[in-house]
């Protein structure tokens, strides 16, 4: 499956700091941990490891995740 070209990270890692800058007031400390947590995931601030095909050498850089789930709704995190 072939990863979309633009992700929601991207918009966060782009123009999030201004967002916050211009609406950081109006907040919650969780929104503010949602959007950092989406910006660091799968990048080289959570580190990572390098994997390398046994056939041909080549070498890949995976990230790690954050491993937030934040895709709950109030119900169930009760």
């Given at each position: 499956m ?8 991207d ?6 700091q ?5 609406h950081g007031?109006?907040?919650?400390t969780?929104?503010?941990r949602?959007?950092?947590?989406i ?11 390098i ?5 041909c ?14 895709n709950r ?6």
């Amino acid at each position: 499956m072939n990863r979309p070209k633009l992700e929601v990270a991207d918009i966060f890692r782009r123009y999030g700091q201004a967002y916050r800058d211009k609406h950081g007031a109006s907040m919650s400390t969780a929104q503010r941990r949602v959007m950092t947590a989406i910006e660091i995931c799968r990048t080289a601030a959570l580190g990572g490891q390098i994997e390398q095909c046994d056939a041909c050498g080549e070498q890949r850089i995976c990230y790690r995740s954050c491993r937030n789930r934040v895709n709950r709704s109030p119900a169930q995190t009760g």
